[in-house]
């Protein structure tokens, strides 16, 4: 009869301890090979050869500690790159970076801590991805590249052309043999990555042209919203806004794409309604992630457009008349519609400016959003978290001098984004945490109306929504009249959603008062409340400053003005929705006139969700 032992095991983040069951009822812990009860969870890998590598584990492991080991792998199981516990641990090596640039998540390897690892790694198949695909060694060389190239393609002043191109040499090279350490250099691989290279600093050097003709010309402010979009300027120390074709300052950030033609904002808005598949929105959302992502799965119920996958990859991408677009190939195409606008009413050209994204953005979001800036042409002088651009806003409007704690309470129209910033004087904003949510905002709001809409119809008719004829056009008929329902409920006590003959003439006609609208919403006021009662804790706020169109609702501000009290306040100065933009451009004067007086001190801690 075979005797059975029973073992436990405690697999912790930095020990492991195991222990027996005897047959004798005993327990005994079992020891490791240096005699200690408890085990360093540490792997280091080392190798005789390229296909060839040894494993030491635990104590042995950490005599390599920092040159080829990694460590706390339960900390990543299952995790995706963008996970905000995993990014409070992260190393910032050169290879990790390169790794949460461009492929974001899932990742299965935590902390590569040099290239001689990574490339074992690569080689015994521990990471998803394998970089032996060529696209990817050539994005390792392009990451690379661009930082070697980042000083002279950021800089305000136009860089003469023999310097840029030695500056170009220098940087090819360097990357060049940065990635023959990483992986045996073939033909095939030089020939790939050189390529890549060399289409990018054909980009650069035309950018770097446009300063040229545009030397001394000023730098714009632009909020690139989830639900509209907005861009200003400071002339003679005056901020105006810059209008699109339609005379308003707010473009609606939406894409229509047409077989010979692709219209922007208002035009493309409107022919939504007759093609909804052709008309693309929420491209910020998408930018940087993942078909699988849990929020995208609930986004799309309400796309009337077609999203799927690229070849090989499981990033996003917007299929309209058979062709794939990546969102930042649409942010792209987006700006340039903004900056030619800009163009128009300036009379010049537009090279540099400020740009706000959300404060949740995760590294890859942020490269790709600053890749779709340069292949619009545009240098980004400085990428400025939202709620601090609103902050500068705020601060330039209000006594000078004066010491304070603000929360920036910002719920736009995609987004909720929340900030505690200190305002120390009258050139000092100290960021001392962030929170927020990427998938609550206005839109939400409008998708919540909506599916009440939906049901009310259905109880009404007894049919099912999905199984009009013409689905998806009445589906981006409803999301518009909903918004400008919700919008009206800001100031009125009761709108009405009307969609006429949907189905075999019948209408859709449902009236909603501001206390069913708040019934609708109330969880996603209630989650708002919680991060806001997340981020303030322990801190004593000396103001709340409302930013973004959406806290313009009452019941928002109600919720507000019940916890803080007469320290919610709204500036008279200027409408919630311009702040984002209008701290950008103030930003982007300062730098254009090298004013170096305003002292912008980053993130103490980072609370995302």
């Keep these: 009869m075979t005797t059975q032992t029973g073992v436990g095991i405690d697999l912790g983040f930095q020990q492991a301890c195991l222990a027996v069951m005897t047959d004798t009822n005993k327990t005994h812990v079992i020891l490791g090979r240096d005699g200690q009860p408890k085990t360093p969870v540490y792997i280091s890998y080392s190798f005789s050869s390229p296909n060839k590598f040894t494993t030491l584990v635990g104590t042995e492991a950490t005599m390599l500690k920092g040159q080829k080991g990694i460590y706390g792998p339960k900390r990543i199981l299952g995790r995706h790159f963008s996970d905000p516990e995993v990014q409070t641990f992260i190393g910032e090596e050169r290879l990790t970076r390169f790794w949460q640039i461009f492929y974001g998540n899932p990742f299965y390897i935590h902390r590569p801590d040099n290239q001689i690892l990574f490339r074992t790694l690569l080689q015994t198949g521990s990471i998803q991805y394998s970089l032996k695909n060529l696209k990817h060694m050539s994005d390792f060389a392009k990451l690379y590249y661009q930082q070697k190239m980042d000083p002279f393609v950021s800089s305000l002043k136009y860089v003469s052309e023999e310097t840029f191109d030695e500056a170009h040499r220098n940087a090819l090279h360097e990357a060049m043999k940065e990635l023959c350490k990483l992986y045996p250099a073939t033909p095939a691989l030089l020939d790939s990555a050189q390529s890549v290279l060399t289409s990018l600093f054909d980009k650069y050097s035309l950018m770097n042209n446009r300063k040229k003709n545009s030397q001394g010309r000023i730098a714009i402010g632009i909020d690139l919203g989830t639900s509209y979009s907005c861009l200003a300027v400071i002339t003679n120390n005056e901020l105006e806004f810059i209008p699109d074709p339609s005379s308003a300052i707010f473009t609606p950030t939406c894409i229509t794409i047409e077989e010979d033609d692709i219209t922007f904002g208002h035009v493309a808005q409107k022919k939504a309604v007759v093609m909804p598949q052709s008309c693309v929105f929420d491209i910020k959302r998408m930018i940087g992630r993942h078909i699988q992502d849990p929020q995208i799965a609930q986004l799309r119920k309400f796309w009337p457009f077609r999203i799927g996958t690229s070849e090989g990859s499981v990033d996003i991408c917007v299929q309209v008349l058979e062709k794939n677009y990546r969102p930042e190939e649409l942010i792209t195409l987006f700006v340039k519609h903004l900056i030619e606008n800009a163009e128009t009413f300036l009379n010049h050209d537009v090279v540099h400016?400020?740009?706000?994204?959300?404060?949740?953005?995760?590294?890859?979001?942020?490269?790709?959003?600053?890749?779709?800036?340069?292949?619009?042409?545009?240098?980004?002088?400085?990428?400025?978290?939202?709620?601090?651009?609103?902050?500068?806003?705020?601060?330039?409007?209000v006594p000078k001098g004066s010491n304070r704690t603000c929360l920036i309470f910002d719920l736009g129209g995609g987004t909720l984004d929340l900030a505690i910033l200190e305002i120390i004087g009258s050139n000092h904003v100290k960021i001392r945490a962030v929170d927020g949510d990427p998938f609550l905002g206005g839109a939400d709001f409008d998708n919540s109306l909506m599916k009440h809409c939906i049901e009310e119809f259905e109880k009404k008719h007894n049919i099912q929504f999905q199984d009009l004829k013409n689905y998806t056009t009445t589906l981006r008929r409803l999301k518009i009249t909903c918004e400008t329902a919700k919008e009206e409920l800001s100031y009125r006590k009761q709108a009405t959603v009307s969609l006429d003959a949907i189905y075999k003439e019948m209408d859709l006609v449902v009236r909603v008062n501001q206390s069913t609208f708040e019934s609708l919403i109330e969880e996603q006021l209630k989650k708002c409340m919680e991060i806001v009662d997340r981020i303030v804790e322990s801190v004593e706020i000396s103001e709340v400053v409302l930013v973004g169109g959406s806290s313009r609702i009452p019941r928002v501000r109600t919720l507000l003005k019940e916890k803080f009290g007469g320290k919610v306040i709204t500036s008279e100065k200027f409408a919630p929705n311009e702040a984002v933009a209008r701290g950008a451009t103030l930003l982007a004067a300062r730098i254009q006139n090298n004013d170096n007086s305003l002292c912008i001190e980053e993130l103490e801690k980072r609370i995302l969700v």
Aim: net charge negative; glycine share 2%.
């Design 353 to 397: 400016a400020v740009v706000a994204i959300p404060a949740y953005f995760t590294p890859r979001q942020v490269y790709l959003t600053k890749e779709a800036f340069h292949d619009a042409g545009i240098n980004v002088l400085r990428f400025l978290n939202e709620p601090t651009a609103a902050s500068l806003a705020y601060s330039d409007v």
